[in-house]
């Protein structure tokens, strides 16, 4: 007899910091909104324009705590003075100004991270984005945002702070809400002709972005990290993380976390116990599902010594009888659906895999499972404009590194768990909501995300 599936909340139902963590990036009032007065209550907004030239500015930008070894906070884990960096000295040479933008698309369907920045602390996000359109001299510094709620937010901030016509000037664009809409050549492209599809690189945004600009593209949690450094008592840049946790039956929670911490100690926080029968997908669809080891460490580095990815940070815990490779069917079976369509191979392999994974129900004869899941796992690295297929890749990496048995046993014997009904939905319960976004579609994925992908031109407001 098969256990009955956990129930899947997927509305985020808290927001908390860490024990012990000062006054960071979620406040001391996680669902109220920060407006301007709030947020100069505690020290934000201070003058960004002291006297001096670009140079002294940036290197004074460069000096903030921790700014040197923050990571950026959008998947990739860029470094992100280097990302800064390389924008100021591709405007320098190009002899124009650069293009600034906040990227809080977030089409990660595990993570609410940057719209509820967004929506909750606009300052905190714009202080940053302005730090760094300031040091770059950069005149015009895009938001880039799909949830309503948050660019709702984001523009009454803007008219909060009533900006002096000197200095950059703010304008919110609407992206659309897909999944690749946040990669950052999208975002330039998005940004440039109103369709948010990757495109092949080289070029990158800070060679040639936005008009032809250098374009620096920061994940808004990256400039949440960079402001809060700013700030009087703030914690340097990377000392913390924004993580939403869902699964397990619980309903999802934003963690701020210490950058570092071991697995264990959140899990006892979010669940009451550390026990080693549950597996991790981190980083979102990007990162992989993991054994939920006590001791991973959830830092970027530290999950990738252990062969997944941080990513976004989100995770997604995965207790009995919750089965790794039907979670990994049905991530692969979103890509399948939610890619750009634009890559053959990324097309091809995307609806290849989900249907092959989907076969180890009930594993047909004369297929050489066991050969070919590694054989793609290989392939796939750098075969799209962006990085879905390195995603597929580390999901088809992890799962055989670290479920080899599990998936020996669905080669032997097929899975109770993978078999489904026709027309099952795949992947709603792999989803987390902020409290007012969570209308549910008719096939449980709530109707922001179901949406199939449009190239309809967003706008700037
Ligand atoms: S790799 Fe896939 S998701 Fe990425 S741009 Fe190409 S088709 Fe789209």
């Not at 599936?5 to 997927?10: A, E, F």
Request: proline share 9%; net charge neutral; glycine share 12%.
């Amino acid at each position: 007899m098969v256990a009955p599936p956990l129930p899947v909340p997927t509305t985020l139902s808290a927001a908390r910091p860490w024990p012990g963590l000062a006054d960071g990036l979620l406040g001391r009032d996680p669902f109220a909104r920060e407006d301007r007065d709030a947020y100069e209550a505690r020290g934000g907004h201070r003058d960004r324009r002291p006297a001096g030239d670009g140079a002294d500015r940036l290197s004074r930008l460069a000096s903030s705590p921790g700014l040197g070894a923050l990571l950026g906070r959008g998947g990739a884990a860029f470094p992100a003075l280097t990302k800064i960096r390389a924008v100021a000295a591709g405007a320098a040479r190009a002899g124009v100004p650069p293009v600034v933008v906040a990227n809080g698309a977030e089409g990660e369907p595990l993570s609410v991270k940057d719209r509820y920045l967004l929506r909750y602390r606009p300052h905190l996000v714009l202080d940053g984005l302005l730090s760094v359109a300031e040091a770059l001299d950069a005149p015009v510094a895009h938001v880039y945002v799909a949830d309503r709620a948050a660019q709702e937010s984001v523009a009454s901030a803007i008219a909060e702070l009533d900006l002096p016509a000197r200095g950059p000037q703010l304008r919110v664009f609407t992206a659309q809400d897909t999944y690749v809409a946040g990669e950052e050549t999208a975002v330039v492209r998005a940004l440039t002709t109103g369709i948010a599809r990757p495109t092949d690189k080289p070029p990158r945004p800070f060679q040639v972005g936005v008009g032809g600009a250098p374009t620096l593209v920061l994940n808004v949690e990256t400039l949440a990290c960079i402001a809060r450094a700013g700030l009087p008592g703030g914690q340097d840049g990377g000392s913390t993380f924004l993580a939403t946790v869902s699964g397990a039956g619980r309903s999802p929670v934003l963690y701020e976390l210490p950058t570092g911490l071991p697995l264990g100690a959140l899990l006892s926080e979010h669940l009451g116990r550390a026990d080693s029968g549950i597996d991790v997908l981190v980083g979102g669809f990007f990162g992989g599902i993991l054994p939920a080891w006590p001791d991973l460490e959830l830092s970027h580095p530290g999950v990738l010594r252990r062969g997944g990815s941080l990513g976004c940070g989100s995770l997604h815990l995965l207790a009995p009888p919750a089965c790794p490779v039907r979670t990994t069917a049905d991530v692969v079976a979103y890509y399948a659906r939610h890619n750009a369509g634009q890559c053959g191979m990324c097309m091809a392999s995307t609806s290849a895999i989900a249907a092959t994974l989907a076969e180890l129900a009930d594993p047909r004869e004369g297929v050489n499972y066991a050969a070919l899941l590694p054989r793609w796992a290989a392939q796939l690295r750098g075969r799209g404009a962006c990085a879905v297929p390195d995603a597929v890749a580390v999901l088809l990496r992890a799962l055989l590194r670290s479920h080899p048995q599990v998936v020996t046993r669905h080669l032997a014997s097929g899975c109770d768990q993978c078999r489904r009904e026709p027309g099952e939905p795949r992947w709603g319960h792999l989803f987390v909501s902020l409290p007012a976004d969570d209308e549910a579609a008719a096939d449980g994925v709530p109707a922001a995300r179901a949406r199939e992908l449009v190239p309809s031109a967003g706008g700037t407001r």
